[in-house]
């Protein structure tokens, strides 16, 4: 069900059974889940190449890299530190649209993958992450809420959606008190197999606590104190954005000739293309609402399915709104056709969605361009 899309990199049994736990044995459902993920593996990302790029992204010294070893706990388990508390996740969507975030973050989860396939072809297990999420420094403020209900549970389904099965567990440590209460309001609009993998430990003891999922050697030396001292790992301090760099405070020229498009509520549009290889396709989007994009590649003109055509850029489901940094990026067509940019309004209740979009082509030596669109 599967074969057409499968590279080499990624076809081994552990990575066939997480599709098969993530889907409770729904062999159906698991097959066309992992066929969707697939074809993202080649769209223009080439995911199986990711873990030999070096981790270069802009937002990388801001979001800091977090693998630091084996549990040693939990048998065949990796821990990934990740310094929630002082990444100013406020301050990098006021920089980088959130397509530009899970870019830079795919790199880590592809890390995360590559080591647990190596450890799965040593052991001949199946291999886990546990993801520690470290709150130190987090403080309530107004855009938390926001944040976590918005942009953070967007990266959070993506994740949910593409790397199944991987996280063995998310442990909270050093947690304010107030994280309780959000807990209990955000809890709802995670993915249910999301919400069950959740443990938060206690504010007082979490240092105690955490030594039944990980030995020191996987924990950083940050959470070292006068009177406790054996903590061995060694992460780089996530940086601030300067607010200098916020999209609103950057002298931005408005590209000429944005076109605007209104989405019914339910609807979907498609801004499409035809281009030849060697064509690029350079876009430009903001929307006054909460939207989903892709960008698939057909070679049929009224293909509306987006699971017969071929994924060209990986497709975010729900992004939310109103855009701060608009959606900017360029893929380069390696074959004649139709490229088509999905945009979503399927999940609003009511709000007809205004998009402000701008598309160019550049054409490849001799080729002429051509557009459509079309609403759903």
């Known amino acids: 069900m599967v074969k057409d899309d499968l590279t080499p990199y990624y076809d081994t049994s552990f990575n066939f059974l997480r599709w098969i736990q993530g889907y409770n044995g729904n062999l159906k459902e698991a097959a066309r889940k992992l066929r969707i993920h697939l074809k993202m593996r080649k769209s223009h990302w080439e995911l199986d190449n990711f873990v030999e790029k070096p981790r270069t992204h802009a937002i990388h010294k801001h979001w800091t890299y977090g693998i630091t070893g084996k549990s040693n706990v939990l048998e065949n388990v990796i821990v990934n530190i990740d310094q929630s508390g002082n990444v100013d996740y406020h301050g990098m969507l006021q920089v980088y649209s959130v397509q530009e975030v899970m870019k830079a973050r795919v790199k880590d989860m592809e890390d995360m993958l590559a080591q647990c396939m190596k450890l799965e072809e040593e052991t001949g297990k199946q291999a886990w992450i546990l993801y520690v999420m470290d709150l130190t420094g987090l403080k309530f403020d107004k855009n938390l809420y926001n944040l976590v209900t918005g942009a953070m549970r967007s990266l959070s389904e993506f994740m949910a959606e593409h790397y199944v099965e991987l996280i063995k567990y998310f442990v909270l440590v050093n947690v304010p008190s107030f994280v309780f209460y959000l807990w209990t309001m955000v809890k709802p609009v995670l993915p249910d197999r999301t919400r069950q993998k959740v443990r938060i430990l206690s504010s007082s003891n979490w240092r105690d606590e955490i030594l039944d999922f990980a030995s020191y050697e996987a924990l950083p030396t940050k959470w070292n104190t006068e009177k406790f001292d054996q903590f061995h790992a060694n992460l780089d301090i996530p940086i601030p954005f300067p607010e200098t760099e916020y999209y609103c405070n950057r002298t931005v020229e408005l590209p000429i000739g944005i076109e605007k498009s209104k989405i019914a509520t339910g609807k979907t549009l498609f801004l499409s293309k035809e281009l030849k290889a060697g064509d690029a396709l350079q876009w430009w989007i903001s929307g006054d609402a909460e939207f989903g994009l892709g960008v698939f590649y057909s070679k049929n003109r009224d293909e509306n399915n987006t699971e017969n055509m071929q994924t060209i ?64």
């Open 313 to 376: 850029y990986p497709c975010l489901e729900w992004m939310p709104g109103p855009t701060i940094a608009p959606l900017n990026d360029q893929i380069v067509a390696k074959t004649d056709g139709f490229y088509r940019i999905w945009i979503s309004n399927s999940r609003a209740w009511w709000h007809t969605l205004t998009i402000l979009s701008k598309l160019t082509i550049i054409p490849g030596e001799g080729n002429d361009c051509a557009s459509t669109s079309s609403i759903e």
